[in-house]
């Protein structure tokens, strides 16, 4: 099995910032692409950032300029700098990847969640 596990997440005032952490564990053999989504309550669930091995980003329209993904293949570790916060960037936070897992009969690709992380951003 694999796991994501997101951390980072709080309380900010306006035009503070966070940085979120998203640490991938268990059976991996390489993690391709790795992304940001989040989701703010009553709406739907969107893509924020992405970042692929080779370290090639994109980024929504609504946080370009203001959010860096970074990502460190050593550690299976993706981070999310989120500075110039808005009132409108209060969502969940998810971490996602595709993984290339080791399993016992071979290798499988996996879509992989994290639990999530809240950030509250209050004017």
């Known amino acids: 099995q694999v796991q994501l596990v997101e951390s980072g997440g709080g309380l900010v005032q306006a035009g503070g910032s966070l940085r979120l952490s998203c640490a991938a564990s268990g059976n991996i053999f390489s993690i391709n692409v790795m992304r940001w989504y989040r989701q703010a309550p009553g709406n739907q669930r969107e893509l924020v950032a992405s970042?692929?091995?080779?370290?090639?980003?994109n980024y929504a329209d609504s946080v370009k300029g203001r959010f860096t993904i970074s990502r460190d293949n050593a550690k299976n570790a993706v981070y999310l700098q989120m500075n110039s916060l808005k009132n409108e960037d209060t969502a969940v936070y998810y971490c996602?990847?595709?993984?290339?897992?080791?399993?016992?009969?071979?290798?499988?690709?996996?879509?992989?969640w994290g639990q999530g992380t809240l950030v509250t951003v209050s004017s």
């Open positions: 970042i692929i091995r080779g370290g090639s980003t």
């Open positions: 996602n990847a595709a993984v290339l897992a080791n399993m016992h009969k071979g290798f499988r690709l996996l879509e992989v």
